[in-house]
Structure formats: C-alpha cells, structure tokens
C-alpha cells in the first residue's frame, strides 16, 4: 500500500468556504446544500478557522439523532467568528497520506484544510476521503 501519495491526488479540490463575516444561517445553507460537515472559514481569501456541523447543531440545539431542524432564530446570537474553531491543523498539497492519516489520529479530527503557500484554501481532506482511499488501495492490490 502506497501511502506516499500526495494528498493533492485524494482531497476534494471543490472546496466550499464561507467568509468569516457572513451570517450562521448561510453556514447552514452552504452545509445543507452539499451535504458536507466541514466549512473552511476564510477572511480575504485566506484561511483562519473552521466551522463544523457539530458546531451548529452544538449552538441551534438541534438534535441530529432525530433529524429535527435547525433552530436559526438562535443564529443571530452568535457569528461565526465566535463559533468557528481557530485552532487549525493544514495540510500542503504535497503533504503524504501518510501525514495526513497521522494528523487524523494524533489529532482526532475529521477533516483537513488543504492550504497553498499563501494560506488560500485549494482543497479539504476527510476522513472520508482516507477511508475511501484505502479501500481502493486494498481492492487494487488483490
């Protein structure tokens, strides 16, 4: 199993950011719409934090067991500057899935930001991603 691969060859290079200045309600919409759990917060384009489902679901008191809704009247309480995680872990495009699988565990995260030199956001990382990554590893081996 080669897990020397870059990670620019497995992360999702469409990548769905919001603006740390937007309203939690278009947090929600954009996670909705794509059915994603991870939002890459930026500011001028560059990356400063991360907001999660679980973040939403943490401040709206929405139960995601029971698939109830999201309580947005809550929304105007907070910003997503206050919500959004600031403590970042990044991967560089030619970052190993080795690195990668690494930081997932060392980490207990689910998702990485995937970063240029710049600090733009060019693609995320999931622990998705991985799994699905290892399977068509262990699938191409036999």
Do not use: C, W
């Amino acid at each position: 199993m080669n897990l020397n691969i870059p990670v620019r060859a497995i992360m999702t290079s469409q990548v769905h950011t919001i603006e740390v200045n937007q309203h939690l309600a278009e947090a929600e919409r954009i996670i909705k719409k794509h059915k994603i759990r991870h939002l890459p917060v930026v500011e001028k384009g560059k990356i400063v934090g991360m907001l999660s489902l679980t973040d939403l679901l943490r401040v709206s008191f929405a139960d995601a067991v029971t698939g109830n809704e999201f309580n947005p009247e809550v929304y105007d309480l907070f910003t997503i500057d206050q919500l959004m995680s600031r403590q970042l872990l990044t991967l560089r495009p030619e970052d190993t899935v080795k690195i990668a699988g690494e930081i997932f565990v060392k980490n207990q995260v689910h998702a990485l930001p995937v970063v240029d030199d710049s600090g733009k956001v060019v693609g995320i990382l999931t622990t998705t991603d991985l799994i699905k990554f290892l399977l068509l590893q262990d699938s191409e081996r036999r």
